[in-house]
């Protein structure tokens, strides 16, 4: 077991859902990860925030995919966030890098300031300047956030851009099904912080997904079965 109460510069350390159904997504993951729930009231009438916590740490959130959203063509997505020491700077960075500015810096009451950004590919990550909130508090463990992986149709643009904007560096690696890309940064993990590919199917997105590790991953995608999911890819 990890537990986290800070991130160093360019870490991901965040995670939330973003669901038309909250009601339901909390009953899957309460019974497949062991995750309670408290529902934060927000700036906004009718859109709660909802912590997830594995025991009592903190292990990501979730919040109701609004109509609104859902109209613009956002489907369900667990959103990655990347922590930085001065936000206004590394958004700075974005636009000469290549990126797309969706939502422009903003305050989130004393959790921290967040902005949404695209990358050159189309990958949609949110950057994190931490206050009250540093992020997931549990990691690593069964339920809880392991891994980020960018999926990139554009893996040079991509992968330039975050070098550009972060100070990431990259190593690729033969891999059975082709390469894979372990991601750097200076004072993370030395054996990598995300990983990246090019999209494993044909007519996939560009997108940031997240690993939650488990004890058994086959008896796990069994009960998601069992509890209304549906496997894109078996274990």
């Known amino acids: 077991m990890a537990t986290m109460t800070s991130y160093p510069h360019g870490v991901p350390s965040w995670t939330d859902l973003a669901t038309p159904d909250p009601d339901a997504s909390k009953s899957f993951y309460a019974a497949l990860f062991g995750w309670t729930y ?8 009718g859109s709660d925030y909802t912590m997830c916590a594995k025991g009592e740490a903190a292990a990501a959130g979730m919040m109701k995919l609004s109509e609104e959203m859902a109209a613009q063509g956002m489907p369900p997505v667990w959103t990655t966030y990347v922590t930085v020491d001065d936000l206004d700077a590394a958004v700075a960075k974005v636009a000469p890098a290549g990126g797309t500015v969706m939502q422009p ?3 989130v009451m004393d959790a921290g300031r967040m902005a949404v950004l695209a990358d050159p590919s189309g990958a949609v990550v949110c950057f994190w300047e931490a206050r009250d909130h540093a992020g997931a508090e549990v990691v690593n463990e ?4 392991s891994w980020n992986e960018l999926i990139s149709n554009d893996l040079p643009a991509a992968l330039a851009f975050y070098g550009e904007v972060l100070g990431w560096t990259s190593e690729t690696a033969p891999m059975p099904n082709g390469e894979y890309t372990v ?10 912080i995300a990983g990246a ?3 494993p199917m044909e007519g996939m997105p560009s997108f940031w997904g997240v690993y939650f590790m488990v004890d058994d991953a086959a008896a796990t995608v069994a009960q998601a079965k069992d509890l209304g999911a549906s496997a894109l890819m078996e274990a």
């Open 38 to 45: 408290d529902d934060q009231a927000t700036d906004q009438p």
């Open 105 to 107: 810096p903003m305050e």
């Open 142 to 145: 069964s339920g809880a956030l």
């Open 183 to 192: 991601l750097h940064v200076e004072g993370g993990n030395p054996q990598g």
């Open 197 to 199: 590919m090019p999209p």
